[in-house]
């Protein structure tokens, strides 16, 4: 009766306390805001995806490095990195290949990952998550190549880089 007596509407604080706890207030104005602190809590929060890098027992060198570049990219944007190694028919009979390519990729990554899962077998395929460091360092000119900006007409094909044509000289009629 009070609530409306003064326009305003009874709200339940506390369902769960005994006696329930109940306030006399404007309910659309206090939900609106309780929306608002919300949403901006949530505004702040991070998001951490899992990336995954795949590698095989046989990768070369330069498939290594690749990937390796990838999984250091993800880990200096704040995601974590599932690193596994794939083993098919009889090269399961080599898993220490697997650790070691998975425990390599640690020990390369170690400026800007921890070990967060060690290698584990997880039937056809060894898993190993790497997680990012607080305070991973920036790499600045790496992550950013730019190509360079070439002068203007500089770089052009013969086709596209056409000189005026010279008149030819007209014949004299007879």
Known sequence: MIAEEKGLDLVEIAATATPPVCRIMNSGKFFYQ???REGEA??????IQVKEVKFRPKIDEHDFQFKKRNAERFLLDGNKVKSTVIFRGREMAHNEIGRR???RLAAELTEAANIEVPPRQEG???VQILSPKKEAPK???ATTRERPKKAAGAGKSARTARTPAVAAPAKEEE
């Open 42 to 47: 949530r505004k702040h929060q991070k998001h």
């Open 101 to 103: 390519i998975l425990q």
């Open 139 to 141: 790499k600045e000119a």
């Open 124 to 126: 056809m395929t060894m």
């Open 34 to 36: 309780q929306a608002k």
